[in-house]
């Protein structure tokens, strides 16, 4: 199984088994680097402008490892391994339920970069055990009492409550009697 640079797991044997497509390939099947960056390396640039900017992948017999600016990075909102989803809550600063798990490092003979996402409690089992990112795992009771935590506080946010609801009856007719109090002293300086 691949390794990280400290020597626990990443969860696969092949990073590119599980990798999606590169995170430079347009909607048409064309190379954003080569259009977009091609002052990085215009060597590659002027070789896909030669194909019309296909990607290098298109071509037969050739895999996304083949090219050298291969880039696969996660945007996911589930965990690759229990299927556990995201809840982010405005103006919180908890911490993420889900993070970036990457799969490929540089002292690793690649170049690529190549990342999923992952819960915070499966990508500990992966660092920490044998666990692989392909298991058929559930989610761990702490990850969904943090999820559903979570989405309590969510639906609190987006409920209506109305004034009345929200500071009781007591405090509506306290202020009622206030308003009511200082229209009188109004009324009676006016005389």
């Known amino acids: ?7 626990t797991s990443v969860g696969v044997d092949d990073p590119y088994e599980v990798a999606g497509p590169c995170d430079h ?4 099947g064309r190379c954003r680097f080569a259009l977009d960056r091609a002052g990085h390396d215009p060597e590659f640039a002027a070789e896909r ?11 037969e017999g050739i895999e996304w490892r083949d090219c050298p600016h291969y880039r696969s990075t996660t945007s996911g909102e589930t965990c690759r391994r229990c ?3 995201e809840v982010r ?3 919180e600063t908890a911490r993420p339920l889900l993070e970036e798990h990457h799969l490929s490092y540089h ?12 819960c915070r409690w499966c990508h500990a089992k992966v660092h920490n055990s044998f666990a692989r990112i392909d298991d058929d795992a559930s989610p761990a009771p702490e990850a969904v009492a943090a999820r559903e935590e979570r989405r309590s506080k969510e639906q609190a946010e987006l409920g209506f409550e109305s004034a009345r609801e929200r500071y ?9 009697s206030a308003s009511e109090s200082s229209r009188s002293t109004d009324s009676t300086d006016e005389r």
Not at 49 to 59: E, F, G, T
Not at 107 to 118: A, F, N, Q, Y
């Open 168 to 176: 009781g009856p007591a405090s509506t007719e306290a202020s009622a």
């Open 49 to 59: 402008r030669r194909a019309d900017y296909a990607c290098v992948a298109a071509a």
């Open 25 to 28: 390939l347009t909607n048409d």
């Open 1 to 7: 199984m691949e390794r990280t640079p400290e020597g």
């Open 89 to 91: 809550l405005a103006h």
């Open 107 to 118: 002292d690793r003979g690649t170049s690529h970069e190549i990342t999923v996402t992952l």
């Open 83 to 85: 299927g556990l989803e």
